[in-house]
């Protein structure tokens, strides 16, 4: 698992180019692009497979790309939390293994979760620009690459006004949370007399 | 105040009544100043995006160069303007590029129009786009944006789910790559 982390150095879209090649147009198990099928089935549940089916691809070259490096920063995190001298005193004190990582390591290690979930959550509403085009998925990444190709101002402005504010509002929400997950994270400085 | 010494250092104890509004005042005051920073940072950002899409006013002149060729080949083919003279051909051609000019602002200094477009991206007020249109034919941004919201959440989410899930369980990766006994070592 650690030795594939290099590999989300290649990006999802260039995975999905290799999806397409083999699962969509050699081995004709899976569509090319698209989100459902045309004709537009009629029947909600066929409906709802052609979509799953559609979205198989996109999902496994976005996973592709990010879960390795994910499953190394996670293991990096852990890591670094479980040579704490407090994580010493308390397997010195006889706790069972349990409680010390879920309260003397899980717990340190919450603000890169909120972290990374926040950014996460930032991400799912921009969308991905160059996947989304090159599944011709019609989200907002590729109504981006759209805008961009034929100079539409108000709406490429429009989309960064969105992920802008999106943006700044996890930050803001991210730095009370962090005052509330961490307790050395604290607002202003305490009086000493 | 109440104080006590604690190996040699004094550790001030707040009373018990000052406490709160205390606390409160001083976050109060960190969430003004975080959100006018953050605001400031938006509005650099936006600004940014602004200039660069526009290529710094550049666009204009592309326009202009786009409005011309497309007025000059509507006026130049149209049938009811064949026999009328060159002069009175590219009469025709400035006066619809002068109205076409004021449809899209392009009379306007750019940089008025920067603040204008800062101003309406801000108040969210997102106008209307140049080209793209939403499946229902509207024109308006937020209709497009609102529109396409929904496949790119499905997309992102189920991609969240799936990258997530692992992320929580990534003790039993630490398992996995370095034995059972790891949090012992």
């Given amino acids: 698992m650690i030795a594939l982390a290099p590999t989300s150095s290649i990006p999802a879209w260039f995975y999905g180019i290799f999806l397409i090649l083999f699962f969509a147009a050699i081995t004709h198990v899976l569509p090319f692009g698209g989100m459902v099928d045309a004709p537009v089935p009629e029947k909600m549940s066929d409906y709802i497979v052609s979509l799953l089916k559609h979205m198989i691809l ?6 592709a790309h990010s ?12 890591l670094i939390y479980s040579s704490e001298d407090y994580v010493e005193m308390a397997k010195a004190k006889g706790l069972t293994a349990r409680t010390v990582e879920r309260q003397y390591i899980l717990r340190p290690t919450l603000p890169p979760i909120v972290t990374s979930f926040a950014f996460t959550l930032v991400y799912l509403w921009q969308g991905a620009i160059i996947l989304e085009t090159v599944f011709a998925w019609p989200g907002l990444g590729r109504l981006l690459y759209q805008a961009i190709n034929l100079f539409d101002v108000p709406v490429i402005v429009g989309n960064t006004v969105l992920i802008a504010y999106l943006l700044v509002t996890s930050v803001f929400l991210l730095d009370i949370v962090y005052a509330l997950l961490d307790p050395r994270v604290k607002v202003g400085g305490e009086r000493r007399a | 105040m109440a104080s006590e010494t604690l190996g040699g250092g004094t550790i001030t104890k707040p009373r018990a009544g000052m ?6 005042s001083r976050l109060l005051k960190y969430v003004l100043f975080r959100g006018v920073a953050l605001f400031v940072t938006v509005v650099i950002g936006v600004y940014l995006t602004i200039l660069i899409a526009n290529m710094g006013g550049y666009l204009d002149t592309i326009r202009k160069a786009q409005i011309q060729e497309e007025v000059g080949l509507a ?4 049938p009811a303007n064949k026999g009328l003279p060159a002069s009175e051909l590219r009469r025709m051609v400035e006066e619809r590029m002068i109205i ?15 603040v204008n477009y800062l101003t309406d991206a801000l108040t969210l007020n997102l106008g209307r786009a140049e080209f793209i249109s939403s499946d229902s034919g509207s024109r308006r941004v937020q209709a497009i944006l609102v529109e396409r919201m929904p496949a790119t959440l499905l997309l992102s989410a189920w991609r969240t789910c799936f990258s997530f899930s692992p992320r929580f369980s990534s003790r039993s990766f630490c398992h996995a790559t370095m034995g059972a006994g790891w949090i012992a070592s």
């Fill in chain 2, 75 to 78: 006026i130049n083919g149209d």
């Fill in chain 1, 58 to 63: 996109p999902i496994s070259a976005l996973l």
């Fill in chain 2, 100 to 114: 076409e000019s004021k449809r899209l602002n392009l009379d306007q200094p750019f940089a008025l129009r920067s």
């Fill in chain 2, 19 to 24: 406490r709160l509004p205390d606390t409160l």
């Fill in chain 1, 67 to 78: 879960i390795f490096i994910a499953i190394y920063n996670w293991r990096t995190f852990f």
